[in-house]
């Protein structure tokens, strides 16, 4: 597992998404995690929901099923499980300014029911999920496999559980922890960042069954090209927004972007989907 230098707690991934949230919303938009290219022709709007409707699939959630989305972002996938598949979901972010988002955008719908609310202290019934997902938000789990162990409690019998992860290569070196992997841990607010064995050991200990793993980095990496690009584009016509990065406790995150690609064209950092069942 890599762990930044400097201790990253849940209250300060919340700091980083309310500081950083004008920023998250004009590069990003309302999915906060990476496109799916599946040809390498997509826009990157459609590679964003391909990465969506891919995890959808592979727990084949139905109408009707409960699903809890944790670290729901701007709540962009809990709306299409609610809307596009009639599920009924429970959302939780740590970020107030995406839960204000999130609640707007709902125009007073209860479901996606949004939760201002850290996962660890989640108040949901035992056994009350048929399904559970984490797009890109166990890296801010401060205790993993206690995050794990959440997700089974909630979890019915046979409920499945699918996550999409950022990961490091087994057996980083020296030089990609000091140059790449500690830094994006550090400036991302990542508590640490594990490797796919680290996960699967973590699941197994926690009573999840059936695990897979498709390793998608070389069909999600184009998503840091095409950030950086939106961020080119726009940095030297807007004063505003040189500025908004030049000051405040999160703007180091834009130097991570460059980071983060520069990882997965080494292979320093890898981006895979682990899905699992309860028994």
Not at 121 to 149: C, R, T, V, W, Y
Not at 208 to 225: G, H, M, R
Request: charged fraction near 25%; hydrophobic fraction near 35%.
């Amino acid at each position: 597992m890599i762990h930044p230098r400097v201790e990253q707690r849940y209250h300060h991934v919340a700091e980083h998404y309310d500081d950083l949230n004008q920023w998250y919303l004009e590069i990003w938009g309302e999915h906060v995690h990476h496109g799916l290219w599946e040809t390498g022709a997509e826009n990157p709007e459609l590679a964003t929901l391909q990465l969506t409707h891919k995890l959808i699939e592979a727990l084949d959630i139905q109408a009707g099923n409960a699903v809890v989305d944790i670290g729901c972002g701007y709540g962009g996938t809990a709306r299409i499980l609610a809307n596009g598949v009639g599920a009924k979901v429970t959302a939780f972010t740590l970020s107030k300014a995406q839960y204000d988002y999130a609640v707007e955008k709902a125009c007073g719908q209860t479901n996606p029911e949004f939760r201002l609310r850290n996962w660890f202290d989640n108040g949901l019934p035992g056994g009350s999920q048929d399904a559970a997902i984490s797009i890109e938000s166990s890296e801010h789990m401060e205790d993993k496999p206690a995050f794990f162990k959440e997700v089974v409690r909630v979890l019915k019998p046979g409920g499945r559980f699918g996550v999409y992860a950022w990961l490091a290569r087994p057996d980083p070196s020296r030089c990609e922890i000091a140059c790449l992997l500690e830094p994006i841990c550090r400036e991302g607010r990542l508590p640490g960042m594990g490797n796919e064995a680290e996960y699967r050991e973590m699941m197994l200990e926690a009573g999840l069954v059936d695990i897979t793993y498709e390793d998608l980095s070389q069909k999600v990496k184009k998503t840091w090209p095409v950030i950086v690009g939106r961020m080119a584009k726009r940095l030297p016509t807007d004063p505003e927004a040189r500025r908004f990065l030049r000051s405040g406790p999160n703007r180091e995150f834009a130097r991570t972007v460059f980071r983060i690609w520069l990882a997965y064209n080494t292979g320093s950092m890898r981006y895979g989907l682990f899905t699992c069942r309860k028994p």
